[in-house]
């Protein structure tokens, strides 16, 4: 049976407004910006359009893979040459959209094969897509189209179903073949998200990336906590958004009970590029909502 969100225009909405926030993004990726105005002005865009963003906008570079954010006054600026992944999320109330793209800061094109794998990768994938189809159909797309540029999928990152208010909602959609035997459901909401390297194709955990999630509802002993999670509930979140004293004070207090979220790093120091979509699976293929 068809499991087609009941408010189906407001995940393409969603979805529309994550994709102009990550053009905005990309535009703003040049030599001497800083990270953190890049994130702060993605996500102030998310919320002019009437949504929240779903997580902290991700400015991953070179062999960071994904989950980086910068922390409130990070000094980080980008250099010419940078490989960065602008990787964002909007949601109405719970619809969430993730999309992702990446872009060399200051056009030096040394890395073009790697974006172009990436998002060759993306599409092919997406062209596999259909209700009743194997997952492992389209990890097999991903695969063959990163590795026919010379390149590598990154295996132990993968795309994933979406629910309301889960990023990351139990489905996983492998970037390489033989993992899955899942089979695609129409009305699904699906990210298909392909990570091209140049190194050894697998991810280590780096540094904290400034990203934190509730693992579950603290309830209401404590107010600025209760406000907290009223706003992010389980979605992603940073301490950038957290400015009033109580909810500093509240975040310090429990700070080791949420799930923190470590950079990941490409294990050969690779070099990483990352193409992302959400999909709504159909009878006979995919509607991309994030597009273009």
Not at 135 to 160: F, M, Q, Y
Not at 259 to 283: C, D, K
Request: aromatic share 6%; charged share 25%; no cysteine.
């Amino acid at each position: 049976m068809a499991r087609y969100p009941a408010d189906l225009d407001r995940w393409r909405e969603a979805a529309r407004i994550a994709a102009k926030a990550r053009e905005l993004g990309l535009r703003l990726a040049v030599p001497g910006a800083r990270l953190a105005d890049v994130a702060e002005a993605i996500e102030a865009f998310i919320r002019s359009e009437g949504a929240a963003p779903a997580f902290p906008a991700n400015l991953s570079r070179n062999d960071e893979a994904a989950h980086f954010t910068p922390a409130p006054g990070d000094p980080i600026t980008l250099e010419e040459g940078d490989l960065l992944k602008v990787d964002v999320g909007a949601h109405l109330d719970g619809a969430i959209a993730d999309t992702a793209d990446t872009i060399e800061v200051g056009g030096t094109h040394r890395h073009d094969h790697l974006i172009r794998a990436a998002r060759e990768g993306r599409a092919a994938g997406i062209a596999r897509v259909r209700a009743g189809g194997r997952v492992d159909d389209v990890s097999r797309a991903i695969a063959e189209a990163i590795r026919a540029r010379g390149l590598k999928p990154i295996v132990d990152l993968t795309g994933h179903s979406i629910e309301r208010y889960l990023l990351h909602a139990g489905k996983s959609i492998p970037n390489v073949p033989g993992v899955s035997a899942e089979l695609l459901e129409e009305g699904e909401v699906i990210a298909i998200e392909p990570f091209a390297t140049n190194g050894m194709g697998s991810i280590g955990n780096g540094p904290f990336g400034n990203i934190l999630r509730f693992r579950n509802d603290p309830g209401g002993s404590d107010p600025a906590l209760a406000a907290m999670f009223a706003r992010f509930r389980t979605l992603p979140f940073t301490a950038r958004w957290v400015v009033s004293p109580d909810e500093v004070s509240a975040l310090g207090r429990v700070r080791r009970k949420l799930q923190s979220y470590p950079v990941f790093v490409e294990r050969g120091r690779g070099m990483v590029a990352q193409a992302e979509h959400t999909v709504l699976v159909g009878p006979s293929g995919a509607e991309v909502l994030s597009g273009p």
